[in-house]
């Protein structure tokens, strides 16, 4: 009985986490199950039931505010370029402004220091041209 009910438990933080990503994103996830389904699925399965399942779905913060504080913690890390890239891009679609994401990477450079702000700066960059987020025009003097 204990067995089902541990499954049963499991299977709902996974479909909550998927559903999650979802909202974040506006992808089910199924590319990162199938990326490493041939090297690490339970990997895979951690990511959405402990990640999106379990913190991403926590009450206390939006989640605009959850994604600038991953924002900030991924440039704080210093060597996740791509994981930065989707979460800048995930910040956006959770609400977060082109001037948040840019303002948190800026604040970031006290903690993180001038290089891993730049590299961000970079990254985000990249993510707002692919959206097609024009750069905003050079204020008039």
């Known amino acids: 009985m204990t067995d089902a009910t541990d499954a049963d438990r499991r299977d709902d933080r ?3 986490g998927q ?3 979802a909202e974040i994103t506006g992808r089910s996830g199924q590319d990162v199950m199938t990326a490493l ?3 690490a699925p339970d990997f895979a399965r951690y990511i959405f039931e402990f990640g999106y399942g379990d913190i991403y779905s926590r009450p206390g ?3 605009r505010t959850r994604m600038l504080a991953t924002v900030a913690g991924l440039v704080a890390l210093g060597h996740a370029e791509r994981e930065l890239e989707v979460h800048i891009g995930s910040a956006l679609n ?3 402004t082109r001037e ?3 303002e948190t990477i800026m604040q970031m450079a006290l903690y993180a220091g001038f290089p891993a702000a730049l590299n961000a700066l970079f990254v985000a960059k990249r993510v707002f041209a692919a ?3 024009a750069a905003p025009a ?3 003097e």
């Open 14 to 16: 996974l479909a909550r």
């Open 19 to 21: 559903a999650k990503l």
């Open 138 to 140: 050079p204020a008039a």
């Open 131 to 133: 959206r097609g987020d």
């Open 61 to 63: 913060l939006d989640l």
């Open 94 to 96: 959770c609400g977060a």
């Open 37 to 39: 389904g041939d090297i």
């Open 100 to 102: 948040e994401v840019v």
